[in-house]
């Protein structure tokens, strides 16, 4: 098998095919801390791309309450279960060494869904990567254990657990979905017919409808389950990353030729979204970008992490862990960056809390980011998760985001401006 590099491993892996890059590649930053689990953004998706017949039941975009929802159910809790069976206690990192551009949390000593994946040998004998098909009643209530907390136990008359930080005793949160258009994809690396591609000028994953001859060995081989299989038509699809708005060819809204958001993340009500496109150098690492809103967030400072790295597909979508839930859930599901994610985002510093602000302001694409500096407006205690009082500075500074063009496409004030309307121009006001 070829030897491809991980960088959220820390180290090469095998993979089915050679180490190919695209020349930007889609990614996004959700901020799970500011998820209400509104399923607006799963409702934009819905009525964009799957309101056709056979596709009834799929959700290319989905909001689930963790820990225990799924779509489909359990997906994630199986294919640890089948890692951990093919390499018993061993799915563990080694976090002595690190680097921030080649290890940034360290190294993963365990086996990947591409290097378990010969031992495992099934009914059809032994796979390229690592899967499994859900059934189809694992596909149906896909928000099934909605706002269901986990932890604490129940005493008549009282809730059993406290909800303080620094960790809540019962806790759930949500956890907002859709293909992480990883560098190293199941779905693709699994494909027997080479019908799914990730596209040179952005990365973003297609399935070839022409190709696909409807195996379902994607929708067996992505280990965040977001291939679907339709059976009018007999072919595997997934989420096309709204690649007309990412071209900046959607008439209305890039008249200029612009990138625009998807369509998930424009509607976002929450805020918790950002999206955008990093640049890749010729040997597939990301460009030293630090004035990229992404570059800053994910490789300058590791505040937003891969969802299940260990899976070893390099994902592309990445995530501030909510800051309230168990430490050893969320380092399962994120890595071993939790600790200092949640550290930096429990009491931002002036740069960091100027680029927070940027979530959903726009729907063009932003490219950098320049903040100009005002002045200081407040000091507010804040209690940090090793219990101990900080003191954060807040100053009124102003943050701009650029488009592709360079143009300045929003300016936000970390301080909300506030109008106070005149009373006789507005009869209806109270
Ligand atoms: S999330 Fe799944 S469907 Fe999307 S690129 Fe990765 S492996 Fe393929
Ligand atoms: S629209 Fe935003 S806040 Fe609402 S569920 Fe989706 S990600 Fe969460």
């Not at 009834?56 to 159910?73: A, C, D, I, L």
């Not at 136990?153 to 303080?164: F, M, V």
């Not at 930080?165 to 080479?194: D, I």
């Not at 000091?379 to 102003?398: A, C, H, W, Y």
């Amino acid at each position: 098998m070829p030897q491809v590099y991980n960088w959220q491993l820390g180290r090469p892996m095998g993979y089915p095919f050679e180490e190919k890059h695209p020349q930007w590649q889609f990614a996004f930053v959700f901020n799970t801390n500011r998820c209400i689990g509104c399923q607006t953004c799963t409702m934009a998706c819905k009525s964009t791309w799957t309101f056709s017949k056979g596709q009834e039941h799929m959700w290319w975009n989905n909001v689930e309450s963790k820990p225990f929802g799924g779509y489909p159910q359990h997906w994630d809790a199986k294919i640890l279960a089948m890692l951990e069976a093919e390499n018993p206690g061993g799915q563990v990192w080694d976090v002595s060494q690190k680097d921030a551009n080649i290890q940034p949390f360290g190294t993963f000593k365990g086996k990947t869904i591409f290097e378990a994946a010969p031992t495992h040998v099934g009914p059809e004998g032994a796979q390229t990567v690592l899967g499994y098909l859900p059934t189809d009643a694992e596909w149906g209530s896909p928000n099934i254990h909605e706002d269901t907390a986990a932890g604490g136990k129940w005493k008549p008359g009282q809730y059993g657990g406290s909800t303080q930080l620094p960790e809540h005793k019962v806790w759930f949160f949500h956890l907002a979905r859709l293909c992480n258009h990883c560098t190293y994809p199941g779905c693709l690396g699994a494909c027997p017919r080479q019908a799914i591609y990730k596209r040179p000028e952005d990365g973003i994953v297609l399935i070839d409808q022409e190709r696909c001859r409807g195996y379902r060995k994607c929708v067996e081989g992505c280990p965040y389950k977001k291939v679907m299989f339709r059976p009018n038509t007999n072919t595997s699809e997934k989420c096309v990353g709204c690649y007309p708005r990412i071209e900046g060819k959607d008439p209305e809204l890039s008249p200029n030729g612009e990138p625009a958001e998807t369509r998930c993340m424009a509607a976002c009500v929450g805020k918790i979204r950002l999206q955008g496109l990093v640049k890749l150098g010729t040997d597939g690492k990301w460009a030293n970008d630090p004035d990229n809103p992404l570059y800053y967030l994910i490789r300058e400072r590791q505040i937003a992490l891969p969802l299940y790295p260990q899976f070893g597909t390099e994902p592309n979508g990445f995530y501030i862990p909510p800051r309230w839930v168990s430490r050893a859930y969320l380092t399962q599901m994120f890595g071993p960056g939790v600790e200092r994610a949640i550290e930096q985002y429990s009491c931002p510093d002036r740069e960091l809390l100027a680029v927070l602000q940027l979530f959903r302001t726009q729907r063009q694409i932003l490219f950098k980011f320049r903040i100009e500096k005002g002045p200081k407006i407040a000091e507010i205690p804040v209690r940090m998760p090793s219990g101990q009082t900080k003191v954060q500075e807040l100053f009124n500074d102003t943050v701009i985001g650029f488009n592709k063009f360079g143009k300045e496409v929003v300016r936000v004030t970390i301080e909300e401006p506030t109008f106070e309307r005149p009373k006789a121009q507005h009869v209806n006001s109270i």
